[in-house]
């Protein structure tokens, strides 16, 4: 059952990753987003899927569902900034004015490779940003972006490559908004989630630059019941493991966890009071970090040169009770 299929969303072709335990849905021509992982031990659905009915709702705002990639993520002030002599101005698309969770939305990628092997399948897709004016008009260095997915048993991976078309240093900054289901019952779940702070925001949610404890959120380290929780909520992980444990308390749940090299920053947020989802979202830099003054090694912010090439990668694990597994 290794092996990569093709169905449609609404039209548009999608390659759907099968295992024994998973089958994963992504559709490369609207934003390439992971829109489904369905558990075929479980029979349910681990992310938000869009409906068919969802379109409409889709093209606006495909960061409410599945895997979106946030390029870069999280909020920039008045949508603009300078960098290395270059101006990067942004759509502004917030209620204050500001820009929020980037420029990729719903361009077309490209299917460029599908392996099947006898431990597992992947794809990869590309999209280069000079084929699209508006993202130029916006960010205007040039890069190839590459994502591979790959399925062995109850594991996907995420791969990244970031590759610099141009002829000056470029920020980047990177995040998934990753939709995890907790079925309408909080307080069957569980999260531990390793950090050291919580990222002090404006009344406009941006980072001021300072820190706050934990206080009663400390008890991420240890394992937090989500009853009544509700986040909308930046971390700082300093040296701690880039890696977050949501599990149910029949032993059931997924351990998803970042490259460390890259990944400083988590996302909590529940869209209210935590009932149908739990978004845990990796972020590679801060948000608005070009305007924070901060220094790179504190904001994530990758100081991409000319001819650089890097790899990122996200990895998901379901787990299963040792009966199940």
């Known amino acids: 059952m290794k092996k990569v299929t093709k169905g449609q969303w609404n039209g548009y072709d999608t390659y759907i990753l099968h295992s024994r335990d998973l089958e994963v849905t992504l559709l490369p021509r609207l934003g390439n987003n992971v829109i489904r992982i369905w558990d075929r031990i479980r029979e349910r659905d681990v992310l938000r899927r869009p409906e068919e009915g969802d379109l ?11 895997i979106p990639l ?43 490779d599908i392996d099947e092997d006898d431990e597992g399948c992947a794809i ?15 960010y205007p260095m040039p890069l190839k972006l590459e994502m591979t997915l790959r399925l062995q048993g109850s594991s996907l991976k995420q791969t990244f490559k ?6 000056r240093p470029a920020p980047f900054g990177l995040g998934l908004h990753t939709w995890f289901l907790i079925d309408g019952e909080p307080g069957e779940w569980n999260l531990k989630l390793p950090v050291e702070g919580i990222y002090v925001s404006d009344e406009e949610l ?3 630059g300072g820190t706050a404890p934990l206080g009663e959120l400390e008890a991420l380290n240890e394992g937090l019941n989500l009853q009544g929780t509700n986040f909308d909520t930046l971390f700082k992980i300093g040296d701690r493991p880039v890696r977050a ?24 947020y529940t869209k209210g009071e935590a009932g149908e989802y739990l978004c845990i979202e990796p972020y590679t830099w801060l948000p608005d970090a070009p305007n924070s003054g901060l220094p790179d090694s504190e904001t994530g912010l990758i100081d991409l040169k000319p001819g650089q090439s890097l790899e990122l990668n996200v990895d998901l694990d379901i787990i299963y009770p040792a009966d199940e597994a």
């Open 56 to 66: 409409e709702f889709y093209l606006q705002k495909p960061y409410h569902f599945g």
């Open 124 to 138: 990869t897709t590309e999209f280069s940003t000079k084929d699209d004016p508006n993202w130029l008009r916006q």
């Open 245 to 268: 444990e949501l599990m149910r308390s029949d032993g059931y749940g997924l351990h998803y966890s970042a490259d460390p090299a890259y990944f400083n920053h988590w996302v909590l």
């Open 206 to 208: 941006i980072p001021t």
């Open 162 to 167: 970031i590759s610099h078309l141009g002829d």
């Open 70 to 112: 946030l390029i870069p993520p999280g909020r920039i002030r008045k949508g603009q900034f300078t960098y290395a002599g270059e101006e990067y101005r942004f759509d502004r698309n917030t209620a204050n004015d500001n820009h929020i969770h980037g420029l990729h939305r719903t361009q077309a990628w490209c299917v460029s």
